[in-house]
């Protein structure tokens, strides 16, 4: 520890912080990972496309943007980021383009939607309890 720090620690068990260090540093990449999916997630429009393909997977760029009232362009930039996160897929038929998770990638959103649900539910249960 550099003395210049005001830490109130009496003794340092340096045993613990290189095994703490240790783990950090192996799960370094997944932290990253998450914080890129949660930064994604994190905005709203985002957060509506990822619940709106959870519920129907293969959704084009189209039915997005009528259910959102959204632009098209507008949809379509949100999609080219969560497409180049690798968190959603497209699949050409014809002219038109589908939409959908990538299972690999659906775990993590599948919790950050859980958490959505158990909101609503909360929400639900407040408004029932007035």
Sequence with gaps: MNDEQDCIRVCEDRYKIQQYTEMINEFQPLFGRMAQVMDLAGNENRLK???????????CVCDLSDILGMTIPAVSQHLRRLKDAHLIQARKVGQTVFYSLREESSGILHLILGYLTTLKTSLELAVNLD
């Design 49 to 59: 496309i990822i619940f709106l393909l959870r519920e129907q997977n293969n959704l």
